[in-house]
T-cell receptor, first 115, second 111 residues
């Protein structure tokens, strides 16, 4: 079955440590996205990518970095510069239509906590 | 910044009743989408309505869009326990590939 796989499901970060969240999709989608969700709130866009080797900052990119070396993969690194990283992180993908407004398909998230 | 705001923030109804939740937004949109999120899971796309459409149906779901009032509503008819979830609206602006999500309505169906 096609879908998006995020791993790990739970992740703990120590002070000063960088951690990387994995996101893999086998839907053959061009566009991929990373969101952050805090308790009781909506989703905020961190980074997005429309094509391999290209990505753009979202609304809250500071303290995060991404890469898009393969169409299927869009890993997110939470760096030590992100002072409040505790949140639920969601990866999504969509077909890159000419009109852009396509539904997004989501993974089941990674919950990141500070040790 | 949040483009959409859902109302109410939380809603509890008896199984079998209809559930209505609303979304208001601030600027002109290209389309509006509704998503469902079960606790601890990712979002699932429910329905997309374009700016030139006024109403759309999908199974027990009915979505309306009023661009003059910058608002949308999601109606779930004959609710079931499995409908318990958070529901989010998301808007897309013209010429912009990003979606902006609201803060969600938490729906609880009481068996």
């Amino acid at each position: 079955d096609g879908g998006i796989t995020q791993s790990p499901k739970y992740l703990f970060r120590k002070e000063g440590q960088n951690v990387t969240l994995s996101c893999e999709q086998n839907l053959n989608h061009d566009a991929m996205y990373w969101y952050r969700q805090d308790p009781g709130q909506g989703l905020r866009l961190i980074y997005y990518s429309q094509i391999v080797n290209d990505f753009q900052k979202g609304d809250i990119a500071e303290g995060y970095s991404v890469s898009r070396e393969k169409k299927e993969s869009f890993p997110l690194t939470v760096t030590s510069a992100q002072k409040n990283p505790t949140a639920f992180y969601l990866c999504a993908s969509s077909i890159q239509g000419l009109d852009f407004y396509q539904p997004q398909h989501f993974g089941d998230g990674t919950r990141l906590s500070i040790l | 910044s949040q483009q959409g705001e859902e109302d109410p923030q939380a809603l509890s109804i008896q199984e079998g009743e209809n559930a209505t939740m609303n979304c208001s937004y601030k600027t002109s949109i290209n389309n509006l989408q509704w998503y469902r999120q079960n606790s601890g899971r990712g979002l699932v796309h429910l329905i997309l309505i374009r700016s030139n459409e006024r109403e759309k149906h999908s199974g027990r779901l009915r979505v309306t869009l009023d661009t003059s009032k910058k608002s949308s509503s999601l109606l779930i008819t004959a609710s079931r326990a499995a409908d318990t979830a958070s529901y989010f609206c998301a808007t897309s602006l013209r010429g912009n590939e990003k979606l902006t999500f609201g803060t969600g309505t938490r729906l609880t169906i009481i068996p």
